[in-house]
């Protein structure tokens, strides 16, 4: 990942580049954790762990704790596990957790490690895109309630996230794609140049986007980190992302979406809703749905699921007095906060992602 790049002091602090494994070994020599606790998934067991373990040799004598991969086991039992098996593997309040894996493992292991003993330290390594440039950075941990995403959780920072490319060679390619959505994203709330960047991506130059990324949802965290506004807007098409996301974990029925493909959805209907409500450019409306849509095919949303869907809307954390507050730009880069948009809207953003 070339040079030294470090983002922040403290707290939460951001490590890539060549040194960011030195780094990681001298906060561990620094901190000096009386136990250290390593979770992966099932998957990040076989294929991160090995070369984690060579990066951090002390790592050999850590005590290994698995979770079965995948958002369906994102939840409070699988905490209830983990929670037991620290405390029966003689954890306190001097241990540390690292958690090596995607999105779920860091949004999970970040809530065990809050709230195990009132709080003991955590370091994020994510393995996948989609965790790298977003899910690891921020404090944002938790689980999810029933079918409803992120319902209980708490911010807090890790104390440093690691971030080394090199474990994308053996993610899949589908779980590869659900992160270039929320690059995407970086793009449409902050920057055109790096929004036409991520469309053109090669994969030999991810570690230059992955690491702007970051800089992006970082300097949006830091002006706002306990989410009074501005932190909203990396929110941008989760609204009705994180609803048909739900649903479709729900629903026996349906086929499921990873978080990724559901958020890129999502985003075409915000930029619909962006477009129609605010003049936000139909070229780029337009660019990016083609642009999504060629990685990801087109979702069909058949029967009485898109008012589904919008029921599920009122769950939306962003929401207050119980109305439904979305986040919508302008343009690229310039952002409403709290808009309020009427259901008749919503049906014809779908009816434009169908007929795109
Ligand atoms: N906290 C936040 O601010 C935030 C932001 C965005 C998303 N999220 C959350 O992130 C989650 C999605 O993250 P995700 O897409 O990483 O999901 P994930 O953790 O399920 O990882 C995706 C899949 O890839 C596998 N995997 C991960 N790294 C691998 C590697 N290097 N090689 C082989 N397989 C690997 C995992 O085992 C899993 O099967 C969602 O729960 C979402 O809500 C949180
Ligand atoms: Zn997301």
Redesign the pocket.
């Known amino acids: 990942m070339g040079d030294q790049k470090i983002i922040g002091k403290e707290r939460g602090a951001v490590f890539g580049g060549e040194t960011a494994w030195d780094h990681l070994n001298t906060i561990l020599s620094k901190i000096q954790p009386s136990r250290l606790f390593v979770l992966t998934?099932?998957?990040?067991r076989?294929?991160?762990l090995p070369y984690f373990i060579k990066k951090i040799p002390i790592a050999q004598d850590a005590e290994v704790l698995s979770m079965p991969?995948?958002?369906s086991h994102?939840n409070i039992t699988t905490c209830q596990q983990l929670w037991q098996e620290l405390s029966s593997k003689g954890a306190d309040r001097k241990s540390l957790l690292i958690n090596l894996?995607?999105?779920?493992?860091?949004?999970l292991g970040?809530f065990v490690a809050s709230t195990f003993q009132r709080g003991i330290e955590f370091i994020n390594v994510?393995?996948?895109?989609?965790?790298m440039v977003?899910?690891?950075?921020?404090?944002?941990?938790?689980v999810?309630l029933g079918m409803l995403?992120?319902q209980v959780g708490i911010i807090r920072n890790p104390k440093a996230v690691i971030l080394d490319t090199a474990?994308?060679?053996?993610?899949?390619q589908a779980?590869f794609n659900?992160?270039i959505t929320?690059m995407i994203k970086h793009g449409l709330i902050h920057s055109e140049a790096y929004l036409r960047k991520v469309m053109e991506i090669h994969k030999s130059q991810v570690d230059d986007l992955v690491w702007e990324s970051v800089l992006i949802k970082n300097e949006v965290v830091s002006k706002d980190p306990t989410e009074q506004g501005l932190r909203k807007t990396?929110n941008y098409g989760h609204t009705l992302g994180?609803a048909i996301e739900s649903f479709r974990l729900r629903s026996g029925a349906y086929k499921t979406l990873?978080?990724?493909e559901a958020v890129a959805v999502g985003l075409i209907l915000a930029n619909y809703l962006s477009h129609r409500l605010f003049g936000f450019p139909k070229s780029v409306l337009d660019a990016s749905a083609t642009y999504l849509i060629g990685i990801f095919g087109k979702e069909h949303f058949g029967g009485n699921e898109i008012e589904e869907i919008i029921k599920l809307l009122i769950f939306d954390k962003k929401n207050t007095d119980g109305k439904v507050q979305f986040v919508l730009l302008e343009k690229v880069g310039a952002h409403r906060l709290n808009c309020e948009v009427e259901d008749k809207l919503i049906h014809e953003s779908f009816e434009f992602y169908k007929n795109f």
């Open positions: 998934d099932e998957n990040t076989t294929h991160c991969a995948g958002e994102k894996g995607g999105g779920v493992v860091t949004d970040g994510p393995t996948s895109l989609l965790a977003d899910a690891s950075v921020g404090g944002k941990n938790g999810d995403k992120n474990f994308l060679e053996t993610l899949p779980h659900s992160g929320e990396l994180h990873l978080h990724g």
